[in-house]
């Protein structure tokens, strides 16, 4: 069956049937503390219908990892040899006995085979129940629930399962998810013309050694442009091609449309081999990308960067609908607020999904329960393992919380004790993702806001352990004691530059900063990266960070002064080697391809 299938409207009887009593024998499957400022509504009208599903436990999912390590690993025999979808499908697929248990429980309350959509490999089944019938099912009830910046959603704080799906059910949503999805675009504005610039325009350009030609225009030390990352990150003469198979996609939710027409003047001013070139919108449970809706300054930047750097790389803008605000219609919640898993299981059924992905959008990991981020972290390892580079944005509050604003910043755990933490961001804290950090000016040095930390989900993955025991010795004992979790997944993996990209807006030249600028910039180099295998034979380079950290620094410009400011300390300092601001420093494109086994 296929998954994406649009839901066929259907009269449900069950919530007619008869039920047997069975809430002796539930267990609390899961249950989260209510985070801070989320405020508890009226009861969720019990016909209001919703899509539940059930994530059924992949039994061979430490198979996979060990591959997704051997085939990215570039010491090992496997580099490279990426697992195809049926090959992943077969290690992610649940125990027939847990699918047989969850259907048979599901049918217990009326729904039949037809109601159940599941995925390929059946390791996730969705069902559309009323909510009094979730509430049944799942022994619990469901509130609206209101955050002041503005989502509503509908969700439990706890949910229980009989004792005996326990083991056959790894979690159910919607139910415990209070995250807030947000980009990683600290500001926007409007640039200035005028004087200034045309001062700079005259000025000698800034000596770089490790940039194309030594040296980078003087502007680019004030305004980002195409023209500027390619010279910084030495790729000023390579030109990609459009048909090696190579692909480049950037994500956008939160009604975030890219304009087409922006994109036009953007290539009209910066590259003028691209004008009248496009790109493919792939609309994801009802995603779309009006151009008629203005506002969509994250979107523009993605795909001007991105598809900038990369042309003539086929492009992909995914549009991935589900995400706040949201308005519930007459009959269902649409307002699932876990679009990523929207957009991962929709590219996971792609025979042949895009090399490279952007994405510039992220919460505060303690949002996220770790059931459900641990289960989307392990999809992200499904795209690993079959050669697709994921990229995402490190979050553009230093140490601190998702806020970018340092005065009303509000690190504390969300456990219920109030105790202050750093606050380490999702999906970059997943392991199987490359994390971008930022940097500014030239010489680079990091960004104030650049987001970095340890995961209190993840363990660290051995790939990086020797870096960040390189690293953890360079603070002074008992520094941040309490604060952050030592043996996290460390993050950023990278950085590039953050701070006033030139992009259009609405018809206007206009500068962004943010780390949703390097995520788009990293990822469009590694496309050209994936352009050289590509063309010479070789398979793209799939998950990048057990080959970065194996690298040691070659190949990147360490980035050493600095640090990034949050929860009322000075957060962490960039540092020789590895650090959390900066990961293992910014890209040089030259440097890497040559390390990656491209000699022409
Ligand atoms: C770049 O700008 C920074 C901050 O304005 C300044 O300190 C630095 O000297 C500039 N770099 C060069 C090479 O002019
Ligand atoms: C950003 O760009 C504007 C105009 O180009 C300039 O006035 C400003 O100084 C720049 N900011 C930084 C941090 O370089
Ligand atoms: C772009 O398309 C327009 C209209 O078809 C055409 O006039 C123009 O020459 C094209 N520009 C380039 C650079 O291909
Ligand atoms: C809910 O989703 C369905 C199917 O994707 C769509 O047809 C409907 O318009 C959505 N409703 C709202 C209010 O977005
Ligand atoms: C935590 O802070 C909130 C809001 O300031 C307060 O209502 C609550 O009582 C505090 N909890 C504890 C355990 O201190
Ligand atoms: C980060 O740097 C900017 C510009 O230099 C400054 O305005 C801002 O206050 C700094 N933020 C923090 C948290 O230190
Ligand atoms: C620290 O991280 C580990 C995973 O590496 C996790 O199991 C543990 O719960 C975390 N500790 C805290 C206090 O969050
Ligand atoms: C830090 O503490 C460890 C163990 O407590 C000790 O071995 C080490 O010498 C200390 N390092 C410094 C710089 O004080
Ligand atoms: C960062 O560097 C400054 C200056 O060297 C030092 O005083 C401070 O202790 C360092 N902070 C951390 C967290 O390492």
């Known amino acids: 069956m296929k998954y994406s299938s649009v839901w066929t409207a259907f009269a449900l009887a069950a919530s007619v049937v008869a039920v047997p009593s069975r809430r002796t024998d539930f267990r609390i499957k899961e249950s989260v503390a209510i985070p801070r400022r989320w405020v508890k509504r009226d009861s969720a009208p019990r016909d209001l219908h919703i899509n539940l ?5 992949q039994s061979n999912f430490p198979l996979l990892e060990q591959l997704l390590y051997e085939v990215s690993d570039p010491s090992h025999e496997s580099y490279g040899a990426h697992l195809s979808q049926a090959e992943v499908n077969e290690l992610i697929a649940p125990h027939p006995e847990s699918v047989r248990q969850v259907k048979a429980w599901l049918a217990s309350y009326g729904l039949r085979e037809e109601d159940m959509s599941c995925s390929p490999a059946e390791d996730w089944i969705k069902v559309k129940v009323p909510i009094g019938l979730a509430e049944e099912m799942l022994d619990t009830e469901y509130h609206m629930w209101d955050h002041p910046e503005g989502d509503s959603f509908v969700l439990a704080t706890a949910y229980s399962l009989p004792e005996y799906l326990h083991e056959h059910v790894e979690l159910v949503q919607p139910t415990t998810l209070f995250s807030r999805l947000r980009s990683m675009k600290t500001t926007l504005h409007f640039a200035p013309s005028g004087a200034s610039s045309a001062a700079v325009a005259n000025a000698p350009p800034i000596a770089v050694p490790s940039a194309s030609n030594g040296q980078v225009d003087a502007s680019c030390n004030s305004t980002i442009t195409i023209s500027c990352i390619r010279q910084l ?21 939160m009604e975030q449309f890219a304009s087409f027409s922006d994109l036009q003047t953007f290539f009209a001013e910066q590259v003028p081999s691209a004008v009248n070139s496009s790109f493919q919108v792939v609309s994801i449970n009802g995603g779309q990308n009006d151009q008629s809706m203005l506002g969509s300054g994250e979107a523009n930047l993605d ?3 991105a598809f900038g750097l ?9 549009s991935t609908g589900g995400s706040p605000p949201f308005i519930p219609d007459e009959l269902t919640v649409n307002n699932t607020n876990e679009p990523y898993l929207e957009w991962v299981e929709f590219v996971l059924q792609h025979p042949n999904p895009p090399t490279t992905i952007s994405t510039s959008y992220g919460d505060d990991e303690q949002s996220v329960p770790t059931s459900y981020a641990t289960r989307v972290c392990s999809l992200f390892a499904q795209l690993g393992a079959r050669g ?3 990229i995402f944005s490190s979050g553009d509050s230093g140490v601190g919380d998702g806020n970018p604003d340092p005065a009303t910043q509000e690190c504390f755990a969300n456990d219920g004790t109030n105790q202050t933490r750093f606050l380490p961001a999702f999906p970059a ?13 030239i010489p680079e040095v990091a960004v104030n806001f650049s987001g970095g930390g340890f995961s209190n989900i993840f363990s660290q993955p051995a790939y990086q352990s020797q870096q960040v025991e390189n690293f ?6 008992g520094t941040y004691a309490g604060l952050f979790n030592a043996s996290g997944r460390a993050y950023p993996d990278v ?3 953050a701070v006033n990209f030139s992009i259009v807006f609405e018809g206007e030249p206009a500068g962004v900063s943010g780390t949703s600028c390097a995520s788009p910039t990293f990822a469009g180099l590694v496309a050209l990266l994936n352009d050289a295998r590509l063309r010479n034979g070789m398979p793209s380079l799939g998950f990048l960070n057990p080959m970065l950290y194996a690298l040691n620094g070659a190949g990147f410009n360490d980035i050493t002064s600095g640090n990034n400011p949050g929860c009322g300390t000075p957060g962490f300092n960039a540092t020789v080697g590895w650090d959390p601001v900066t990961g293992l420093g910014t890209p040089s494109f030259g440097k890497l391809k040559d390390l990656i086994g491209i000699t022409d």
């Open 310 to 318: 990369a042309h003539p790389i086929p492009p992909t803008f995914y």
């Open 388 to 390: 697709v580079t994921l």
């Open 472 to 477: 953890l010795k360079t603070l002074p004992n």
């Open 495 to 497: 950085s590039a530059q």
């Open 303 to 305: 795909t001007q960067f």
């Open 53 to 57: 599903r059930f994530a059924l436990p």
């Open 233 to 253: 990150y030495n790729a000023a003469n390579y030109t990609p091609l459009a048909d090696t198979g190579n692909q480049i996609a950037v994500t956008g939710y």
């Open 429 to 441: 804290s997943c392991p199987y993702v490359t994390a971008v950090g930022g940097t500014v000016q």
